[in-house]
């Protein structure tokens, strides 16, 4: 089974490796006091009741479909707490870092919390939708302290040269891009991350990326990013 290469949390490196590879992993983020704050506040959301069960489709094709994911999630927003809001102003600062690099017009960051119970999963699956390639970078960001390969839960990504699993260990970014297929294998403890997208508001059809995908927009929620032109 094939690795994923590990880099820094430096922007000329990363741009370079998703571009060379399509994954790799975002070592040391977030940090640790920023991946011990958003597990707090996200096992806060949990007890509160404040998660809500993740759709498959969008738009007007949500269904609850826990054949093929199990996950509850909130969307990050202004409401999230300094944590989150925190966090999505250092993805958007990467997400202007990595267009000055990689030219891929991403113009926001969009991002919620997601909670696994045991035992459940989500099938596998693209970040675009069959009918939007607007998702363009996918982050999975993981808070969960001494994961151990027991566990279970790994994050499994296809690549062309065989599929690559990453346990979900806190401190720890899988960033992909939003059309490589992935699924996350069922685990035998509680399970938390983040899941990030970093979005072309713009079709990018002339990149020639048309692909099937099943995760939906959970909930309504902020995305963070440039300002669209005035009309």
Do not use: K
Request: net charge negative; glycine share 8%.
């Amino acid at each position: 089974m094939p690795l994923l290469p590990a880099v820094p949390y430096d922007p000329a490196t990363l741009a370079a490796t998703v571009s060379e590879r399509g994954a790799c992993l975002l070592t040391g983020f977030p940090d640790l006091l920023a991946t011990t704050a958003l597990r707090d506040q996200l096992l806060h959301l949990v007890t509160s009741g404040a998660l809500r069960a993740a759709e498959v489709g969008h738009g007007q094709g949500l269904l609850l479909r826990t054949e093929i994911r199990g996950d509850a999630t909130r969307w990050l927003d202004a409401e999230s707490g300094l944590a989150a809001t925190t966090f999505l102003a250092t993805l958007d600062h990467l997400r202007v870092e990595l267009n000055q690099r990689l030219f891929l017009c991403m113009d926001e960051v969009e991002a919620h919390f997601a909670c696994y119970p045991v035992g459940t999963f989500y099938g596998r699956h693209r970040d675009r939708f069959h009918d939007s390639d607007s998702r363009v970078l996918s982050l999975v960001s993981y808070l969960n302290q001494d994961w151990l390969p027991e566990h279970g839960g790994a994050l499994r990504i296809y690549l062309p040269e065989g599929p690559a699993d990453v346990l979900p260990q806190g401190g720890i970014t899988v960033c992909f891009l939003s059309e490589i297929e992935h699924e996350v294998l069922p685990a035998s403890r509680q399970r938390l991350s983040i899941a990030s997208w970093m979005r072309n508001r713009r079709s990018l059809s002339a990149l020639g990326h048309h692909q099937q995908a099943v995760e939906g927009r959970p909930t309504q929620g902020a995305t963070w990013g440039d300002r669209p032109p005035a009309q």
